[in-house]
């Protein structure tokens, strides 16, 4: 049973554009949510993480936002570039656990010139 | 720069042979962690270790074990290989006391069982 749902599978946005892409989680118990970034080739690389006691983060073009009462998160990228196009993956987990990550099903992101 | 590597990028076995996969990581992460990766499916975890000689068992364990004898090496290994294995896998560590408690991947290995 995948703990972390994530949407859409693939998405195509032109440069300069807002990407964005959605997940939702089941266990309220969840209190550490990264993105990673994967680029053919390469093993997925952290984007940017947030904790529930917070509802929005941002680092340069990529934002976090956090609603914990619909249990849902999303990544926003803005101006897109095609630089940007990559699989990128969200992923929830206890941080007592180890952090051993459940992870999204990935959405495959191409960015057009 | 941290750095995990994986002993393999390809690798072509035979169904019912016994197969390992290495990882080493070089920055004394305490935990690591062995990850399949298929299409359309993400990253499924299949056993992490925090600690030598520790480790729990992921989401999809059946069909592998795994060995960690010293910090810097978690193996993963496959007993009697089957063609449902063919995958890319990937092998990860992270400090759990160094926020933002970022995993570090290692290049991955895909293998295909024939």
């Known amino acids: 049973q995948q703990q972390v749902k994530q949407s859409p599978q693939s998405l195509i946005v032109q440069k300069g554009g807002i990407s964005i892409i959605n997940c939702a989680y089941e266990?309220?118990?969840?209190?550490?949510f990264p993105w990673y970034q994967q680029f053919p080739g390469k093993g997925p690389a952290l984007l940017i993480a947030?904790?529930?006691?917070?509802s929005e983060k941002k680092e340069g073009r990529f934002t976090i936002s956090f609603n914990k009462s619909a249990k849902q998160f999303s990544l926003h990228i803005m101006d897109s570039q095609p630089g940007d196009s990559a699989t990128y993956f969200c992923?929830?987990?206890?941080?007592?656990?180890?952090?051993?990550?459940?992870f999204g099903k990935g959405t495959s992101l191409l960015v057009t010139p | 720069d941290v750095k995990v590597t994986q002993s393999s990028r390809y690798l072509v076995k035979r169904t019912g042979e016994k197969v390992f996969l290495e990882c080493v990581q070089d920055?004394?992460?305490?935990?690591m962690f062995w990850y399949r990766q298929d299409p359309g499916l993400g990253l499924r975890l299949i056993y992490f270790?925090?600690?030598?000689?520790?480790?729990e068992k992921g989401d999809i364990p059946e069909g592998y074990s795994v060995s960690r004898e010293k910090k810097e090496r978690f193996s993963l290994i496959l007993e009697s290989a089957s063609t449902n294995q063919t995958s890319m896998y990937l092998c990860?560590?992270?400090?759990?006391?160094?926020?933002?408690?970022?995993?570090?991947f290692g290049p991955g290995t895909r293998l295909t069982v024939t």
């Open positions: 270790s925090y600690d030598v000689k520790m480790k």
């Open positions: 992923a929830a987990d206890f941080s007592n656990s180890g952090y051993a990550l459940n």
């Open positions: 947030i904790r529930p006691d917070v």
């Open positions: 266990n309220t118990a969840f209190d550490y």
């Open positions: 990860a560590s992270l400090n759990p006391g160094d926020p933002p408690y970022e995993q570090y």
């Open positions: 920055m004394d992460h305490e935990n």
